[in-house]
């Protein structure tokens, strides 16, 4: 069953209402530049070049996460991610004026500066009044949960927030003692489910015991209530876009890993791979020469690093980087990449911020060892010792490694098991939900890393 929640419905009126308010702002921002002189063929000048930039916005917004309420609550973080994404804008304003329209009867640039002052303030105006109505809790669907697991407490909200991922959550049915940290969850017996569905107007049922007769035999009895079924692992899945390692089985494998019906995206995702490598690679190689003397004249050691790396259906491959450590700097063993890395050169420290030692990846993925999105390729030591003590680690090795990937981007490097296990889970729910919008939506949130300075 596929679930919407409060938190899709909020990020889609984000979308629809940003472009609303870029269409407005034009109107006005013509009005008050040409005031008496404005007219309709001012307005069908700009409507087509405008439209075209504010595609060009939209994907900027998104990249940058301002279509997602839960990513922008601080009002500190909102107002850091909209200056870089209005500094960014109206860049490509400029570059796009001069590039498409240099001698055309316009040349925005009075109405570029007019129209990022007045979106801005339609933009925080309806930023207030949606941060308002999204806090309704009649806005969101109620939830009861069926059966207890211990896992139940990382879906639940923190700090008060009941609408932490567009539910309320009202309780949950068991005979089971719950956790002493569960407090805000009205415990119900079983044979008091029909009045609790009653009085809480639960229109979501998160079954945690499927195949547990007692469970079936009171859901059929409930049929006629007309509420939504869905299990724990997809209710899981769906609000934090991870897999839930604890509670799965090989079954789940079975259930979701076809990838015999991936044929078809598999060749076009390598399509695109190899279009990507090129582009990529061209815009590049001007680069290259520089960082190559700046690894150099840094420190001694060769400018290309090379280690072996596990791939696709765990074969070896040779993994190329700019090289950001110091010489022999591995020579106790391999050690995973941790906070402040003293192994990391001061100018490595930067490339590694804004991912420009990854440029010779690109050989990698052209030569068809990497993807542009997959998990990070991992090291054999380290494969062969997290797979003894974390269940399902090789099936991350069903599919290519990438350069970025949902895991990359949710949660950096892992620099211990417990850290490998969560990026484990944001891998697996790749693998599980890969297809080619979702890779062309992780590598625009890169844009987003790469601009925060977010590598290691």
Same mark, same amino acid.
């Given at each position: 069953m596929k679930i919407y929640n409060g938190l899709k419905i909020r990020k889609i009126a984000a979308f629809l209402s940003t472009i609303?308010?870029?269409?407005?702002?034009?109107?006005? !921002?013509?009005?008050?530049?040409?005031q008496s002189d404005?007219?309709?063929?001012?307005?069908?000048?700009?409507?087509?070049?405008? !439209?075209?930039?504010?595609?060009?916005?939209?994907?900027?917004?998104?990249?940058?996460?301002?279509f997602d309420p839960a990513s922008t609550q601080s009002g500190v973080q909102f107002l850091n991610q909209y200056l870089k994404v209005t500094v960014i804008n109206l860049g490509l304003g400029f570059i796009y004026f001069y590039a498409f329209y240099p001698k055309n009867e316009i040349r925005p640039r009075t109405v570029l500066v007019i129209l990022i002052g007045v979106f801005t303030i339609f933009y925080f105006v309806w930023r207030k009044l949606a941060h308002r109505i999204n806090y309704q809790k009649k806005l969101y669907p109620a939830v009861l949960f069926i059966g207890y697991e211990p896992l139940i407490k990382e879906i639940l909200p923190k700090s008060g927030a009941e609408q932490r991922y567009g539910y309320v959550y009202k309780g949950i049915v068991t005979n089971t003692p719950l956790d002493p940290e569960i407090t805000n969850l009205t415990t119900y017996p079983f044979n008091q489910l !029909?009045?609790?569905?009653k009085n809480e107007k639960i229109s979501l049922l998160v079954i945690n015991e499927p195949g547990n007769e007692e469970i079936i035999n009171l859901l059929f009895k409930i049929l006629p209530l007309r509420v939504n079924f869905v299990s724990l692992t997809n209710f899981y899945e769906n609000i934090t876009y991870r897999v839930p390692l604890k509670i799965i089985s090989r079954g789940w494998f079975l259930d979701n890993l076809a990838e015999g019906s991936k044929t078809f995206y598999e060749s076009g995702k390598r399509l695109l791979d190899i279009i990507l490598s090129l582009i990529f690679g061209f815009v590049a190689l001007p680069?290259?020469?520089?960082i190559a003397l700046a690894i150099k004249i840094s420190s001694q050691g060769p400018v290309i690093f090379k280690q072996i790396r596990v791939g696709k259906d765990g074969n070896n491959f040779v993994a190329l980087k700019f090289r950001t450590m110091y010489q022999n700097a591995e020579k106790s063993g391999a050690t995973w990449a941790k906070e402040n890395d003293p192994r990391v050169t001061n100018i490595g420290r930067f490339f590694r911020k804004i991912r420009l030692d990854e440029i010779p990846q690109l050989i990698n993925i052209l030569k068809g060892d990497m993807s542009f999105v997959g998990p990070r390729p991992e090291r054999p030591e380290f494969i062969d010792q997290l797979e003894k003590e974390i269940p399902f680690y090789r099936e991350r090795l069903l599919i290519k490694p990438g350069l970025t990937g949902w895991a990359q981007i949710n949660l950096a490097y892992a620099d211990s098991v417990e850290a490998t296990l969560k990026k484990l889970q944001y891998d697996l729910y790749y693998v599980k939900r890969r297809s080619l919008f979702f890779d062309l939506s992780i590598v625009l949130k890169t844009i987003n890393i790469i601009f925060k300075r977010g590598g290691r």
């Open positions: 609303g308010l870029f269409y407005l702002s034009l109107w006005l !921002t013509l009005i008050i530049r040409y404005y007219n309709v063929n001012l307005w069908q000048l700009h409507f087509e070049p405008f !439209t075209w930039l504010f595609a060009l916005w939209l994907i900027i917004f998104y990249s940058f996460n301002l !029909t009045e609790a569905i680069l290259s020469p520089f």
